[in-house]
């Protein structure tokens, strides 16, 4: 799908109560990737009112902008999913970049979000496709306790055989905190089918926003699948924050030699194949990730 993107004419956002947006991060196609919900004006709106956008919306997460300024490309944001606030959304980003480019033209935007300062560079590819590329805040990532990854374990009907012993668990950051355990096989990684409740409540006493289960296929390609209850969604199909805090466990344990480009393939057991591609720099603990989002017809 392509997008005529070339037009910098100013925009006049829809005042609330405007029916959200929605777009489809880390595909080219809308019925792939993650939706994510948006109101590009939320200025009136409390956090009553956005949580009850966000449940009727449905999706994992809709970003609302509360502020901006058009001349400087600053735009203040905030995340919700059914449930809750978070402070984060990576894929809700990548969709509002998008979105923004489309009506302002490519270019370089800042997020001011409650997870700290994040820029987003948009381009137009060589097909007409808008991507964008978020930097998160700093990473950082460090061993799990055995009594947090027992219990996730649990919760997943996972043994401890079913890890991959060259990637041990870790609790990685790159904006939400995300436990990152890994798969011994890609049979195991499809095979998901956990106690919903159960790892809910491990996650809120952890404050984990999700599990990053991943696989990895050769040191630059990644499966990955992200299970989100603390959010009322059993799954997510993209999930950018946690590619954001991957790359800082990537970098913690020297898995990647940087700077290093690493693809993470996500949704295709779910039926919405995303693609994320994130950068690893050596002088810079932040993660760069990288993606395309669509507008969804509804």
């Known amino acids: 799908m392509t997008t005529d993107v070339s037009?910098?004419?100013?925009?006049?956002?829809p005042r609330p109560p405007a029916e959200p947006l929605r777009y489809a991060a880390f595909t080219h196609d809308p019925a792939g990737g993650n939706p994510a919900g948006?109101?590009?004006?939320?200025?009136?709106?409390?956090?009553?009112?956005?949580?009850?956008?966000a449940a009727e919306v449905g999706y994992s997460e809709t970003v609302f902008v509360t502020d901006h300024d058009e001349a400087s490309r600053r735009f203040r944001v905030r995340y919700f999913s059914p449930l809750a606030e978070v402070?984060?959304?990576?894929?809700?980003?990548?969709?509002?970049a998008v979105a923004l480019a489309e009506r302002l033209g490519p270019g370089e935007i800042v997020l001011d979000t409650p997870a700290g300062e994040i820029p987003v560079a948009t381009r137009v590819d060589g097909a007409g496709?808008?991507?964008a590329t978020l930097t998160s805040v700093p990473t950082r990532s460090r061993p799990a306790l055995s009594t947090e990854s027992d219990a996730v374990l649990t919760a997943l009907g996972w043994?401890?055989?079913?890890?991959?012993?060259?990637?041990?668990?870790?609790?990685?950051?790159g904006g939400n905190d995300h436990?990152?355990?890994?798969?011994?096989?890609?049979?195991?990684?499809?095979?998901?089918?956990?106690?919903?409740?159960?790892?809910?409540e491990v996650m809120r006493r952890?404050?984990?926003?999700?599990?990053?289960?991943?696989?990895?296929?050769?040191?630059e390609r990644f499966h990955a699948r992200d299970p989100f209850p603390v959010g009322g969604v059993v799954e997510d199909p993209a999930t950018g924050a946690a590619a954001a805090a991957f790359g800082g466990y990537l970098r913690t344990l020297g898995l990647v030699t940087p700077p290093a480009t690493v693809v993470i393939r996500q949704g295709e057991d779910m039926g919405r194949p995303s693609v994320l591609r994130i950068d690893v720099d050596p002088q810079d603990a932040r993660t760069r990730v990288t993606g395309q989002a669509v507008p969804i017809t509804v």
């Open 7 to 13: 037009g910098t004419s100013p925009v006049t956002f």
């Open 159 to 173: 043994a401890p055989g079913d890890l991959d012993p060259a990637l041990p668990p870790h609790v990685a950051f």
């Open 38 to 53: 948006i109101v590009l004006d939320a200025s009136a709106l409390d956090d009553a009112a956005m949580l009850t956008i």
């Open 206 to 219: 952890h404050g984990w926003t999700t599990v990053h289960l991943v696989w990895r296929e050769s040191p």
């Open 87 to 96: 402070a984060f959304c990576g894929h809700a980003t990548v969709a509002l």
């Open 129 to 131: 496709a808008v991507l």
């Open 179 to 200: 436990l990152v355990l890994a798969a011994a096989s890609r049979a195991r990684l499809a095979d998901l089918d956990y106690d919903f409740e159960g790892l809910a």
